[in-house]
């Protein structure tokens, strides 16, 4: 559980950090960011955490996520992991691709050799990170929420819906809502788990909600500018997935936006308002 | 006048821009930033020019400085230049130093070979952008405000003390305030002006409001943790200059904090509505 500060920079009125650990679930050095806003010295904050994208770090929606003065208005503390194990021994993509291997963990286990020994960001995400989190921050994990943005909103929609109950919030930028219907999905999936797409359900949101999983709400932006869109991200299957389900969801589409971050910043301080109203005391 | 269209992303409900052109003042290709809010078909809106500090380019404060939410809010146009003439044949600093030469064009026209070659940003900032942006952007020109951060601080303090009237809104944050007086300066004017100080003290904001030079007002906010700020900024030079002048000023000493765009970010809103307050048509 033990951490160490890479940086901590005065911003919005609270702390900016940047943190490293040895890993148990990678079996790697983790870094990870942390924005804890000014609080009471014995406060216990709801925690949002934020899963990025193919080819980010936790650099990417620090720098330019523009969440801190919203997470500062609302008392609400911002956690961003990296995407992927990283260092010596860490395999990547036979090519170096940007859609798999380094920076696009996708938020599995895999199965597979070699990724099996390093790839478990699930475990890291779902289990260990929580813990360090939780153990090294004021954090009150009875009040989480959980959002992010393309491949990490692949990942915020299906640990939210594998892990019934734990997220009070779940939001999405331009998420990936079914790997089991994209290239990058079919591609991902099947280098980490294998090409038997049973095992791939559990990573696909739609395929999580047809199976019956449920989220008491949930709130997705897609910018309809998205390059992504229609090969990629195919938002109308999520929007079909719901309303089979009859699953609360306000999916809206953005007219003119891009995948980029001049995107996600553009509606940030809306979805931390939304997580905030959920994640009330 | 004429303008190339590098990129143009929808964001917080305008579009920024980035765009190039061949500048007459530098000899050079020259890029810029243009951040244009949602606006009434034939409005004019007023524009906030942001110069940046050593080492940066339009991108800096075009991806971190987090004033398109509060330019939107108001109706500003942002517009963001680099920092120094760039290219083949462009001098830089004999050993490739942060503060001189590229990335560090101290807002000055240079009279001293080889950087008199291109490096006339003062040219460039004060006469030959304004007639690009004129041109191609839908700005009120009666309606100007600038601000920066550090050598930029320095630049929009000197470029609007020596045009008196021009900016109806001062700002800066962490500023260079006395280039006579800090290392920073002294190589920087020194290479790009000679070492005759006479020819120096219209490039320090300090001297030239000894001198006489005026603003309406002004606001300047610098981090007390900033490490800059004991040998290079001197911020208590501009206390004192202001002081003996009667120039009204806030200069807000901001406790915790240090150089960087964490810093930036965390004011830029409040200045964004500083400015706007005074930019009303």
């Not at 940047?18 to 009471?40: L, N, Q, R």
């Not at 994208?53 to 620090?62: K, Y």
């Not at 395929?207 to 989220?215: C, Y």
């Amino acid at each position: 559980m033990t951490i160490e500060s890479v940086s901590e920079k005065r911003s919005h009125g609270g702390v900016q950090g940047v943190y490293k650990h040895a890993s148990a679930a990678t079996g790697t050095e983790m870094t990870f960011s942390v924005f804890v806003p000014d609080h009471e010295p014995d406060a216990q904050l709801p925690v949002l955490w934020y899963l990025s994208g193919l080819t980010c770090t936790h650099a990417n929606v620090t720098e330019k996520g523009e969440f801190r003065a919203a997470c500062a208005e609302h008392g609400i503390i911002f956690v961003a992991p990296d995407t992927s194990p990283r260092g010596e021994g860490v395999a990547d993509d036979a090519e170096g691709a940007y859609d798999f291997g380094l920076g696009a963990g996708f938020y599995v286990n895999a199965t597979q050799q070699p990724f099996s020994k390093h790839y478990k960001m699930r475990d890291y995400i779902e289990r260990e990170l929580p813990e360090v989190v939780a153990a090294n921050f004021p954090v009150d994990m009875a009040r989480q929420g959980i959002t992010g943005h393309s491949m990490g909103g692949h990942g915020a929609l299906t640990i939210s819906l594998r892990n019934s109950g734990r997220f009070k919030s779940t939001s999405a930028f331009s998420p990936i809502v079914s790997p089991l219907n994209c290239p990058w999905g079919h591609k991902a999936l099947g280098g980490y788990l294998g090409e038997d797409k049973a095992a791939w359900a559990e990573y696909d949101a739609c395929a999580l909600i047809d199976g019956g999983a449920r989220l008491p709400d949930l709130l997705v932006d897609q910018g309809d500018a998205d390059n992504f869109l229609a090969e990629q991200l195919k938002t109308h299957l999520l929007v079909e997935a719901c309303d089979r389900a009859g699953q609360k969801a306000a999916i809206r589409m953005q007219p003119g936006y891009d995948h980029s971050y001049y995107f996600i910043s553009t509606f940030m301080a809306e979805h931390v308002a939304w997580h905030a109203e959920r994640l009330k005391a």
